[in-house]
């Protein structure tokens, strides 16, 4: 069956023109300065972008508002400084952090035996990234991974920009008066999670030691920002992209990447199952600032063709070492779907319904064998360390729908995951686990203690999950309201879901609805569990929303071109956006814009409770103790002054 | 300024046929047939929806799938016995049972000053609905409360009818085989909820008198189909719609009410603010079989022509009576804005949001008296026991930000909802509490948990609440988030938001966001509840998935067009919507395609586990015993027959 549409099924080659003339908006923030923290050496900057905010009018003063810090997924895009050209990709940030530790080394090519056939493929010649590095490898013997330095003691360059970026110059903010009400924040319930009150490099480097926290970071992906995934650090969101046999383009999934960081996508995964899988993530990774994760065994299912049955260690391998080399950051791998489990799936209503648990369990049943994933463990954590990639140990017997959740074959699964946790500590390789998927409400905090208690604290990374199951078109809405909860009670990073899941493949407009939905989730949680400073951005936006500051409420929202779109949709006129009142409510019935008038009717007493010229805002309560001292006289002057309160 | 859209300001009588055709959607929903439980009289039927279901295909032979009842808020629009016709409105349901009641007398004409020189007024003449009846209200001494009945031991035709629509058939169900595996359901976690096994008219009755639950009926709404809405209940979500001075016009709004309850919203609120606010009321009571709810003191504010200190307490009851003798079901009245409580907001980052709340603080400062909707409190009780309007207490000091929520001012203001709680119950008039706004996770369970206690358990209602505030143009979602726990932890209404909030005045589009949101909000929360039957439709829908029935998946979705819709934007061929896969994995890499193989690959076996002719399907169980006797020949077979296993 041929149902693929030709609109979609081009192999352009991407170029930024194109990405934003086709997607008619722009990449650069609104009224933000993209800015770095310095750290110890020159070449330590992560980072942080600055929304300017209009100053509040006090009677005939205008007082400023600081700028507010948010975290930064963007990369080089929204750095003027920095030509993009999307043939070349990013600049090598850390190229010579990986250099100067002197544990690597420069192969002459690559060396697994499809990435050497497709650089000489030349069907594809066209498509291909035109300035592929030669890849590096750890040097005979030794382990590149963050989590064997951290072991040794040493806090990498990698290290240091991690708690950069997460503390996001807090400790500057928490000095300067211009932030004091702004940093106002509610002890958060951390549920057992450990939030720094500033987050250190040697802070990063205990929880990488302990395996609480993994930075992604593979030594052939040095365009890379590090990042990093624990629960005592920032919720992050990851979002999906990818071809399928049925649809897209390389353009069209570099557009989606390069637009998914702009909103706010912390890693990405590429799933193409599609045409030129190899080509379209070497373009993906060489322009991606932020850690790309895999599922290999796509790729090498479709290396058989399609035959599960057909699949080989040795191929997978080739296919592990053939994206290690290209720079993947992790690589989700099903190690857990084990024979004995997948009887467990009998009586389920939705069987198995992860892509790559489903071919490792026909693979077990077709040859009465082990998964092979896992009985060559080990052989995988000796390539994961030559180029430290990290693990995602993938749920591939998670639950497909509310009712199979929590069952013995998903918990089954997660048992093996925390036993291959431990195993792959032991060659120092970084680890998170994959979780739901679909779970109701009630079942999802043990999924999370669950998780912990299995798998020893090593880092979370939930699909959702959909708390139900019938709302096809909407699950954006039913995972992220999971995915908030699941946030809070200690997951690590939030696998987004958009719109279209279950129905289609996701377009861009999709994946802007899923990735803030996402960000949502994540930030609700960062909020609930407490983490220090994260609630700075609410009080800025609510600050500029009860002030009528529209340009900066749209500027410090997550996506502010939506926001400014849909307020204009009602009251279009430029006019509008300095107006008092909103469209809701109209001038009359606007309860900020009362609330204001009560304040300025404050400012018209002096200290004794008698009219004077305002000169400044007086808190509320202060009114309201005059009026407690029952002086009639300020009710007859309220009216001859307020006659007429709105212009 | 005049910032008003000439599109959005006319003020056309509305017609179903001009709905129909402006919104391109039809009214009825595809694959349902519209149904009734029957009571013990002939005039006591319930609805009820049942979504019908292609069968499964096992084998060679068709085994029917069950319909799926669904809870139904569309009234007499999906029946396709009843002619709709918006100019005479809905049939009057309840109309018999009033008048049997012996309680209630017909009045020549509306009693209120208002009422009375609206129906004289020849500028709004051709606005007007052209049949109104004459009001009725209770005989001089009469309570014709829903409440009052159920203390006096009554169990009325509404708590009847009422009982059998939240049951829907349940204990038929249970009866029938065909249900038992969709019965199957998740232990819930209730948080002191006391869901029954299944809903007796003595029950609904006993929550009734002890103030749990309220049954909004209005005595001048006959068109009502009665709901409930109490903790022990399913979850329910009220849509707000109405006109600003800014924009829109009664044909749009009764557009928005019918569409919003074809979605399923279970109450109406009308905010209307603007022009002929009186008119468009008339047309949305006529025309709605769900409560319709309302501010009174916004009309009562407009007739000031918008000075809050000019209202007074005759002009408010006036208003009061005006719109009981419409049939309003519930008024929001912000009785707990108590003068003392107004200096609380001052340190507030955004004051005082309400606009009840705002316009009654300001009436409060302006005269140093306390709110006369507090002094006069129980004159208001007096009315609304003579029509059972039942009361929305408003929550004026509401946190409009994440910063200002949970404060003295909130909480003080619930003490005093409470305390009016017991008051109204002293008239036998029915109580819910309203209830926040914007509150971070970690602080929603202390909002339901303060109402419970010092609000006598009446139920909650609550606007959302929003998780954070740094999302314009997406908080139905951060609403979202938290209305799905709130409603866990034992909210008995949700009110929706729109896309809109914040920014603009919601069109019929972000009204079908906001509601369907807040449907999976409502079942999320009655899942994890535990609500006896809430699983069913999540187990047949998924079903259909697994088993590929995309039109089933579809339809019993909340909003089966948005579901195909987007199914057709990857795959548009009608073929594709047989297909054995999807569009995001494609033919190779579907799990679920994967797994119904293994299934398949089962029904080749005999009891011995050798190969026979396919008959049925074996569950999976039975292959992975047999692999676990290690035959190796059965490897062989599995080869030989599943070499081609995509067709």
């Known amino acids: ?88 990709g990013l600049p090598r940030l850390r190229e010579a952090w990986i250099a100067e530790r002197n544990d690597t080394e420069q192969l002459s090519g690559p060396s697994s035996e499809y990435g050497v056939a497709r650089s000489k493929d030349e069907a594809t010649q066209e498509l291909r990234f035109a300035h592929i590095s030669a890849p590096r490898v750890a040097k005979s013997g030794n382990n590149v991974s963050q989590m064997y330095y951290a072991r040794q003691g040493i806090v990498t360059p990698e290290m240091e920009y991690v708690a950069l970026r997460e503390s996001m110059g807090l400790e500057q903010l928490r000095k300067d008066p211009a932030y004091k009400q702004l940093l106002k924040q509610h002890p958060g319930k951390s549920y057992g999670a450990n939030l720094p009150d500033i987050v250190t490099g040697e802070f990063v480097r205990q929880e990488i030691a302990a395996g609480r926290a993994i930075i992604p970071a593979n030594i052939n992906h040095p365009e890379l920002e590090p990042m990093i995934i624990g629960r005592n650090f920032r919720v992050k969101i990851n979002g999906n992209l990818g071809n399928s046999a049925v649809t897209s383009s390389i353009n069209e999934e570099v557009e989606k990447m390069v637009w998914s960081i702009r909103w706010g996508a912390d890693t990405i995964m590429d799933l193409s199952t599609g ?10 990774i060489r322009n991606s600032p932020v850690p790309i994760g895999t599922v290999p065994i796509y790729q090498a299912l479709d290396k058989t063709g ?12 080739d296919t592990l070492v053939e994206q290690a080399e290209q720079g993947v950051d992790y690589f989700t791998i099903h190690a857990g779907v084990l024979l004995r489990y997948v009887p467990l799936t009998a009586d389920r209503i939705t069987g198995i319904v992860s892509r790559g648990g489903s071919i490792m369990a026909k693979w077990c049943l077709a040859h009465h064998k082990e998964n092979f994933l896992y009985t060559k463990f080990d052989e995988i954590c000796e390539i994961m360390k030559a180029y430290d990639v990290s693990f995602s140990l993938g749920d591939g017997l998670r639950p497909g729908c509310i009712a199979d959740s929590n069952d013995a074959a998903q918990f089954g699964e997660l048992h093996t995951l925390g036993e291959l946790t431990a195993k792959a500590w032991k060659h120092d390789v970084q680890v998170m686990i994959e979780g739901p998927g679909h779970v109701p409400m009630q079942r999802i905090e043990e999924n999370m203690t669950e998780e912990l208690k299995h798998c020893l604290e090593a880092p979370f990374y939930t699909l959702g999950p959909l708390i139900t199951d019938i709302a096809p078109g909407y699950d954006h809405i039913t995972s992220g309201i999971g995915a908030a909860q699941i946030g809070w009670y200690g997951t690590a990073m939030l696998c987004y879901v958009t719109p279209k899941e279950h129905l289609g493949l996701p377009d861009k407009e ?88 009560v304040r300025d009717y404050a400012a018209t007493l002096d200290a004794d409770g008698n009219p004077k010229v305002p000169s400044k805002v007086i808190p509320i309560a202060e009114v309201a103790q005059e009026a407690t001292k029952g002086m009639e006289e300020m009710s007859a002057e309220f009216r001859k002054r307020g006659s007429e309160i709105y212009q």
């Open 1 to 88: 069956m041929s149902a693929s549409n030709p609109k979609n099924s081009k192999n352009e080659i991407p170029s930024l023109k194109s990405l934003e003339r086709d997607f008619g908006q722009k990449f650069a923030y609104p009224a933000s300065t993209k800015t770095y923290l310095q750290g110890s050496r020159e070449d330590i900057k992560a980072p942080i972008r600055m929304i300017e905010q209009l100053p509040t009018r006090v009677g005939e003063e205008l007082v400023a508002n600081p700028p507010v810090p948010v975290y930064d997924t963007s990369g080089p895009y929204s750095d003027p400084e920095i030509v993009i050209n999307l043939e070349k």
């Open 275 to 284: 045409k030129h899988i190899h080509e379209t993530r070497e373009w993906i």
């Open 306 to 317: 399609g035959i599960a049955e057909d699949l080989t260690w040795e191929m997978f391998r």
């Open 510 to 597: 999709d994946v802007r609805e899923g990735i803030i939905t996402y960000k949502i989730a994540a930030h609700g949680a960062d909020l609930a569990k407490g983490l220090p400073g994260a609630q700075v951005r609410d009080n800025a936006l609510s600050k500029a929303r009860f002030e009528f500051r529209w340009e900066d409420q749209f500027n410090l929202g997550l996506d502010p071109e939506r926001a400014r779109e849909y307020h204009d949709a009602t009251l279009p006129a430029e006019g509008a956006k300095i107006a008092h009142f909103c469209s809701m409510c109209g001038p009359k019935f606007c309860s900020m814009k009362i609330t204001q008038e």
